[in-house]
C-alpha cells in the first residue's frame, strides 16, 4: 500500500477551488486547499493547505485524484492545473495543534517524474473495464510550467527532462504555485480513461525528496470508476487486474478504512 492517506483533490479544468474534506467521505466540504510541502525532522512530507482558515493538515498524503477538462486553457485538448502546491510557515497543523509547518525559506520546490512501480511505465492508463490492467497511455501526458515540459509517453524510459522547479519560496519559507497537465491529444480523439502518472518533490537542489505521489487523472469516465482507480492505486500492486468494488473492498480488508483518513474534492 502507497500510503496510509490520501488527499484527494480536484484538477478539474477551470475549477477556480478545490475542497478538501475532513473525517468521512460524507464530512462538510470546507475550502480551497492545495497539495502542502513541508520539511518535518528533515524529512519532506505532504499535507494540505486550507487557504480560507490558513491553517493545513499534517501528512504523508500521496495519492491525488483529479479531473481533466477539455479544450483546457483553449489549447483544444484535455487538461488542468489543479491541486497547486502551498505551504505557509505560520499555519498550524489541524491534527495537531502544537506542530507548525516549515518548509525552508528561499528554497525552490522542484519534481521529478518516477517510473511507476511494478509496470516500469513513465505514465499508465486504464479504459475503465473492471477486470482490465493498466497499461501504457495510448496519448502522451504533457507536464508544463510553461517555460520547461515534461513528455511522459508511457514508456519504460523517462525523458531527459524529468521535471522542473514549481516555484521559489520567498523569505518567510512561503510559496504557492501550479503546474498544467495536458493529454497530448485533440478532445475529440483523446481516449476516455484514466490516466496515471507518479513524481516526487525536493525541496531545493538535493536537498530532501518526498515519498512517491500518484495522480490519478480521469479523462471522461464516470465518478465512480475513478473512485474505483483511486482505490486501486492506493491498493499498491499496479500490474493486477483493477477488480469489482466489492473484491476491491475485500482486499483491503474492509474499504476505506484501512486505508485511513479520505480526503476528496
Do not use: C
Amino acid at each position: 500500500m502507497f500510503s496510509k492517506k490520501q488527499l484527494i483533490v480536484s484538477l478539474t479544468a477551470g475549477l477556480a477551488t478545490a475542497g478538501l474534506f475532513a473525517g468521512s467521505a460524507n464530512a462538510e466540504e470546507e475550502a480551497h486547499s492545495d497539495i502542502m510541502p513541508y520539511v518535518d525532522n528533515g524529512v519532506l512530507l505532504t499535507g494540505g493547505y486550507v487557504f480560507a482558515e490558513g491553517t493545513a493538515e499534517a501528512g504523508p498524503f500521496t495519492v491525488y485524484e483529479g479531473e481533466l477538462g477539455a479544450n483546457y486553457e483553449a489549447e483544444g485538448m484535455p487538461g488542468g492545473d489543479e491541486p497547486g502546491f502551498a505551504t505557509d510557515g505560520s499555519s498550524t497543523i489541524v491534527s495537531d495543534g502544537t506542530i507548525d509547518f516549515a518548509f525552508p525559506a528561499n528554497t525552490a520546490l522542484n519534481f521529478n517524474s518516477l517510473l511507476l512501480p511494478g509496470l516500469n511505465l513513465d505514465a499508465a492508463y486504464w479504459d475503465g473495464t473492471l477486470g482490465g490492467n493498466f497499461v501504457a497511455t495510448p496519448d502522451t501526458v504533457i507536464l508544463t510550467n510553461e517555460l520547461i515540459s515534461v513528455d511522459l509517453n508511457g514508456d519504460s524510459t523517462l525523458p531527459g527532462t524529468t521535471g522542473f522547479t514549481i516555484w521559489t519560496s520567498d523569505s518567510n519559507g512561503v510559496g504557492h504555485g501550479h503546474f498544467d497537465v495536458f493529454i497530448d491529444e485533440p478532445d475529440a480523439t483523446a481516449q476516455a480513461g484514466i490516466y496515471l502518472i507518479s513524481l516526487e518533490l525536493e525541496a531545493g537542489s538535493g536537498g530532501p525528496t518526498s515519498d512517491p505521489l500518484f495522480f490519478v487523472l480521469n479523462y471522461g469516465l464516470d465518478e465512480e470508476l475513478h473512485e474505483v482507480a483511486a482505490d486501486f492505486v492506493s491498493a499498491g500492486d499496479l500490474t493486477a487486474a483493477v477488480p469489482e468494488p466489492a473484491s476491491l473492498a475485500l482486499v483491503l480488508g474492509g474499504g476505506l478504512v484501512a486505508l485511513g483518513r479520505r480526503r476528496r474534492a
